[in-house]
């Protein structure tokens, strides 16, 4: 539990935007290039199988050009698992993925398919790559993580954001309890603990300042951030938020 807290800055949605017109801008591998330069320690890209935002040619140049870690997140499928086997991205995010969802709704359901996710995820760690899963704060999801050899867990923390937008106040409390419990749990493990999904300048400090959590992916809010004030101001400010409650 040593070192700064890491930001992860997911750039899927300036792909969300290009794909809008299907034309070649904005182009997300610049927005990534731009949040290197702001601070970001690494940068997360989501390759959905139905491509709605990011596609294969943005992993291959993210891959290609940066000089910072890229996170490839992805759903359990051979044909994903073939495309983080061609690049070996430095880190794997597993997550659940359904065609119908507008985001990713939820942690993955690890629990009733350790095999299938073990035997998933070995060749991803035999290549060099950190596998981490996304996950709910759920104790039997932790363990199961842990049994099937991940290196990490990332913590959904889209319920305790939901909460905190919709004034539910002693829900959110509760939720971030949960999650500040699990990430001891998981760390207790010998897991490394990220977390991310729906934080904002509001909602970010009491997560970061959790001494378990290594690193926090933030994407969608940034993102929409940076059409008031521009990509690299919005990562200074969560990064200076970021720090401050680690402090």
């Known amino acids: 539990m040593t070192g700064k807290l890491r930001l992860g800055v997911n750039i899927d949605h300036v792909a969300t935007v290009r794909n809008a017109r299907g034309s070649a801008y904005p182009d997300p591998v610049r927005a990534a290039k731009l949040a290197e330069e702001a601070g970001a320690d690494g940068i997360t890209a989501h ?30 499928t051979d044909e994903m698992q073939a495309i983080a086997l061609k690049h070996k991205p ?4 597993i997550v659940p993925e359904k ?4 985001t990713t709704e939820g942690g993955l359901e690890v629990a009733k398919q350790e095999n299938r996710l073990a035997h998933f995820i070995a060749p991803l760690a035999d ?16 363990e199961a993580a842990n049994r099937i050899g991940a290196a990490v867990v990332e913590l959904h923390t889209g319920a305790y954001c939901d909460f905190h937008a ?75 938020l970021m720090d401050e409650a680690r402090a």
């Open 166 to 240: 919709e004034e539910k106040f002693d829900e959110r409390d509760a939720e971030l309890e949960r999650l500040r419990d699990m990430a001891a749990f998981a760390h207790s493990l010998g897991l490394e603990v990220h977390a991310g999904h729906g934080l904002t300048y509001d909602t970010v400090k009491p997560v970061a300042a959790f001494p378990e959590i290594m690193e926090l992916n933030i994407g969608h809010f940034l993102i929409g951030e940076a059409i008031f004030r521009g990509l690299p101001d919005s990562i200074t400010e969560m990064r200076r």
């Open 127 to 142: 290549a060099g790559c950190r596998v981490s899963i996304f996950i709910a704060a759920d104790r039997a999801q932790i």
């Open 99 to 102: 065609r119908q969802e507008v």
């Open 47 to 76: 390759l959905r199988e139905d491509r709605r935002h990011i596609g294969d040619r943005d992993i291959e140049r993210l891959a290609e050009e940066l000089s910072v870690p890229l996170n490839f997140e992805m759903a359990a």
């Open 90 to 93: 430095h880190a794997v995010c």
